[in-house]
């Protein structure tokens, strides 16, 4: 089974230039998250997704991210304009409604 | 909300040897507690997760305890070897909202 898919895995940007990453999630999975990895710590969520629908953005900043799923499969986390703080690992994770979640390889974001 | 602090920050072992990383969390409504493995350029991997109707659960090597009372879990690795070599994130939470410690470098000296 594979599983789930991010792309590109890195990605080097000057600051105020928009970004994107995007999110395949294992066939099924009906959950999806987005999170925000920095250097030394924890996972942190951004957004989780529950089929199309946003259920839980409390921690996306809204003035310059933004994410879809629009048709409940894949996923876009977008960053416009970027800033020098955002650099990091973005990590997207996929589960079957409140099971385990599975994460992907993430997508390392360097902010020049 | 809640807030999980994990202990050690690093953690170096001779390989054979026990490894014991520590985590407290704030929230009494937090009900699921998981351990996740990362390796270098990867994602985290679920390596073993206890309910909060539970106090201890085995598999293999590894083994997770959890004190609802005092409001701390700890994982347990024993017989290591140079793979367990990584680092370790303990979450509390929901299954839907975790909140990640901040992580345990952990490496096993052959």
């Known amino acids: 089974e594979a599983g789930v898919v991010q792309s590109p895995r890195y990605k080097i940007i000057e600051k105020k230039q928009p970004v994107a990453f995007w999110c395949n999630p294992i066939?099924?999975?009906?959950?999806l998250y987005w999170y925000r990895q920095n250097l030394g710590q924890g996972p942190e969520l951004l957004i989780r997704?529950?089929?199309?629908?946003?259920?839980?953005d409390s921690q996306l900043p809204k003035d310059r991210f933004s994410a879809e799923r629009l048709k409940g499969v894949d996923s876009t986390l977008k960053i416009q304009p970027a800033e020098l703080g955002d650099s990091a690992v973005y990590l997207c994770?996929?589960?079957?409604?409140?099971?385990?979640?599975?994460f992907g390889p993430g997508t390392r974001l360097t902010v020049l | 909300g809640e807030n999980v602090e994990q202990h050690p920050s690093t953690l170096s072992v001779q390989e054979g040897d026990s490894a014991v990383i520590k985590c407290t969390y704030s929230?009494?409504?937090?009900?699921?507690f998981p351990w996740y493995k990362q390796e270098l350029g990867k994602g985290p991997q679920l390596i073993i997760d206890?309910?909060?109707?539970?106090g201890e659960k085995k598999d293999q090597r590894i083994a997770v305890t959890l004190n609802k009372t005092a409001k701390h879990f700890s994982l347990h690795i024993t017989e290591t070897q140079p793979e367990d070599s990584a680092v370790y994130f303990c979450?509390?939470?929901?299954?839907?909202?975790?909140?990640f410690g901040a992580g345990t470098r952990l490496a096993v000296h052959p």
């Open positions: 066939s099924g999975h009906n959950t």
């Open positions: 929230d009494s409504a937090s009900n699921y």
């Open positions: 979450a509390g939470g929901g299954y839907n909202k975790l909140i």
């Open positions: 997704y529950e089929n199309e629908e946003a259920v839980d």
């Open positions: 206890i309910r909060s109707n539970v």
């Open positions: 994770a996929s589960s079957f409604s409140s099971g385990e979640q599975f």
